[in-house]
């Protein structure tokens, strides 16, 4: 397997379709994936070649990021695919100096506590959910 953050190796058409079919992304457009990828570090996992995964991580590549969309194609679950994506993103040099991560899963905890990804907890995070406006 290979990672690679190159976007001109990404199977858009895959990866846009499979995150519209998720829980998280199914009110995406095509041009909003687009631009979200476009203004992230992403990660692509390629075995022999073909696309197997994707992530990226937002913010502002300084101080604060956001892990986002990691998935794996169905016939490479489970085999470690999604731990690498994580890992090619925390291990990013342009993130180098990232000290506060965050994301939010409702099923995928296990993933992200062997990084040390806790719970938020005591009251200080906060977040505001809006309809998207356009595309």
Not at 1 to 17: K, N, P, V, Y
Not at 87 to 92: G, T
């Amino acid at each position: 397997m290979e990672i690679s953050h190159d976007l001109s190796r990404l199977d858009f058409q895959a990866t846009s379709g499979l995150l519209k079919a998720t829980y998280w992304g199914w009110e995406r457009t095509d041009d909003i994936n687009r631009r979200a990828f476009a203004h992230s570090v992403c990660a692509i996992a390629l075995i022999d070649g073909r696309q197997a995964g994707f992530a990226r991580a937002s913010g502002d590549r300084a101080v604060f990021a956001r892990i986002s969309d990691v998935i794996v194609w169905p016939e490479h679950r489970g085999k470690g695919i999604g731990k690498a994506l994580v890992q090619a993103l925390l291990d990013h040099p342009e993130l180098s100096s990232v000290s506060t991560w965050m994301l939010n899963t409702s099923d995928a905890h296990g993933l992200y506590a062997c990084f040390g990804f806790q719970p938020v907890t005591g009251g200080n995070e906060m977040r505001l959910d809006r309809p998207p406006v356009g595309a």
